[in-house]
């Protein structure tokens, strides 16, 4: 693998993991849309493990303040809200932690399809821009409730499907519940947090005991790349998204799914 096509992977993981567009779909296209061959699992698991240091050294604050809570240390206001958000996390991950085990090793379906990439990247960013227009969300974190975190969490399945985008998918969720931008961009990125972690544990014990894994130089630099461009997508989203809105983003994924459709239907 030349380092070009590390480069880009990386780059590809940091620049899209945490924006509303899809990370798994971009990476399953690069080899689909070029001559490169298939990166293979080790990649993937590095360029997750590097936006996922990104994401935790982000929102470190958060994590701090969730473990400080669940210690019993701080004010009586900052434990109770430290342990709210714990719990908010919590529930909002278990419904993809459990169907993504059984997808990954009861039903095993493939899903690298240039079609299902296409039809999941229109779809679901059509249902971004719905939210983002219509439900003009004004409640903040600390007003979130269990039912908003198992909404969200549920939606969160969908993103086991490639091109759904698992933050654009939760910010949909987060707006449809009433919660405004900078939140719903908030708790998606939390939400990240155990959901990369578990599925960086799934997939590397899955390529262990097929004997095929082994973490080299390139896995390390595509794990820093993509740590260091994640980095500062996040910084930049947190700061604009309020401003900006969701609709560069739907109106980007309209383009591009189209564009792959037009890829299929000429192939």
């Not at 590809?12 to 899809?22: A, D, K, N, R």
């Not at 001559?35 to 996922?52: C, F, K, N, P, R």
């Not at 003009?136 to 993103?159: P, T, V, Y």
Request: net charge positive; glycine share 10%; aromatic share 12%.
């Amino acid at each position: 693998m030349s380092f070009l096509h590390i480069l880009v992977l990386a780059a590809v993981q940091g620049i899209t993991e945490f924006l509303p567009i899809s990370s798994s779909g971009h990476l399953l296209l690069v080899p689909l849309l070029t001559d490169w061959q298939d990166q293979g699992i080790e990649l993937d698991i590095a360029t997750h493990v590097g936006s996922l240091l990104a994401v935790i050294l982000y929102f470190r604050a958060d994590i701090f303040r969730m473990g400080k809570a669940l210690a019993g240390v701080g004010s009586a206001d900052d434990v109770i809200g430290g342990r709210q958000l714990f719990f908010h996390t919590v529930v909002g991950s278990i419904p993809v932690v459990i169907a993504g085990a059984i997808l990954l090793f009861i039903v095993k379906i493939d899903l690298r399809s240039l079609l299902l990439i296409a039809m999941t990247t229109l779809f679901f960013g059509l249902a971004l821009g719905v939210a983002d227009y219509f439900f003009k969300g004004r409640r903040s974190l600390r007003e979130m409730n269990s039912w908003d975190a198992l909404f969200i969490g549920i939606f969160q399945i969908f993103a086991l499907f490639p091109g759904t985008s698992r933050s654009g998918v939760t910010m949909t969720a987060a707006l449809i519940r009433g919660l405004d931008r900078t939140t719903a961009a908030h708790f998606s990125m939390l939400l990240s947090i155990p959901v990369i972690f578990a599925a960086g544990i799934a997939a590397t014990y899955k390529s262990l005991i097929g004997g095929d894994f082994s973490f080299g130089l390139a896995a390390l630099l595509a794990a820093v790349v993509s740590f260091v461009i994640a980095y500062l997508v996040i910084r930049t989203l947190m700061v604009w998204i309020n401003k900006i809105g969701f609709m560069p983003f739907v109106i980007y994924r309209i383009i591009l799914g189209g564009a792959l459709l037009a890829i299929y239907a000429t192939a």
